[in-house]
């Protein structure tokens, strides 16, 4: 039962351009969501999170909007830089212990 | 202050063995958790361990278990090793009781032959 799902395995933007990453999830008891970066052979690195009684949260160029309803979430990096090229993890919160997706390989080109 | 470390990094068993690995979390937190990262599989949840306690547990068979220390460093054990868990091991740690942002460990790659 996969209850954080992200449906896009790769994404490749162009630099300089926006990038956007999404997530849905199945459980309405999650109340809080985060975004990992990861390279490889590293541990992921925390980018950023948002509390269910909001809709976005933004820092400096990733911005992380929700929609409840929709069980929707998603990161958007502006502008996409060549360092931004890594897998990006969705994770959300629920008992006490966070739930993450598949990943998606964001690359960045030139 | 220094990151979450892991050891080792790097690890090759056999089938039937039995492996331990070890986590430090970042100075003062007290919440620390295990994932098993697999191609295509993301981040799986193993278990979690607050203040010496395991407060959560993942769908994972007994062979697996870990345990934390008073200084909230933390093991994890697998036993009868099976090839299907080669995998990359993170370890992540947090500060308080309610887990917020985790911050994670560099892994251990376990390769079972």
């Known amino acids: 039962d996969q209850q954080v799902k992200q449906n896009s395995p790769s994404l490749s933007v162009q630099e300089g351009r926006i990038s956007i990453l999404n997530c849905d999830y199945t459980?309405?008891?999650?109340?809080?969501f985060l975004w990992y970066k990861k390279y490889p052979a590293e541990g992921p690195t925390f980018l950023i999170s948002?509390?269910?009684?909001?809709d976005k949260n933004e820092d400096g160029r990733f911005t992380v909007f929700l929609n409840k309803s929709a069980k929707h979430l998603s990161l958007h990096i502006v502008p996409s830089q060549p360092g931004d090229s890594a897998v990006y993890f969705c994770?959300?919160?629920?008992?006490?212990?966070?739930?993450f997706g598949q990943g998606t390989r964001l690359t960045i080109n030139p | 202050k220094a990151g979450v470390t892991q050891t080792p990094r790097y690890l090759i068993k056999t089938r039937g063995q039995q492996v331990t690995l070890s986590c430090s979390p970042i100075?003062?937190?007290?919440?620390v958790s295990w994932y098993q990262q697999t191609p295509g599989q993301g981040l799986q949840f193993l278990f979690e361990?607050?203040?010496?306690?395991?407060?959560n547990k993942g769908n994972f068979p007994g062979r697996f278990s870990g345990r934390q220390f008073s200084n909230s460093r933390s093991e994890m054990n697998v036993s009868t090793l099976e090839l299907g868990d080669s995998a990359l091991y993170l370890c992540?740690?947090?500060?308080?009781?309610?887990?917020?942002?985790?911050?994670f460990g560099p892994g251990t790659r376990l390769t079972v032959t």
């Open positions: 992540a740690s947090s500060l308080g009781q309610d887990i917020y942002e985790q911050y």
């Open positions: 459980n309405s008891m999650f109340d809080y």
């Open positions: 948002i509390s269910s009684i909001k």
């Open positions: 994770a959300a919160r629920g008992a006490q212990k966070l739930v």
């Open positions: 100075s003062g937190h007290r919440s």
């Open positions: 361990y607050f203040s010496e306690t395991q407060r």
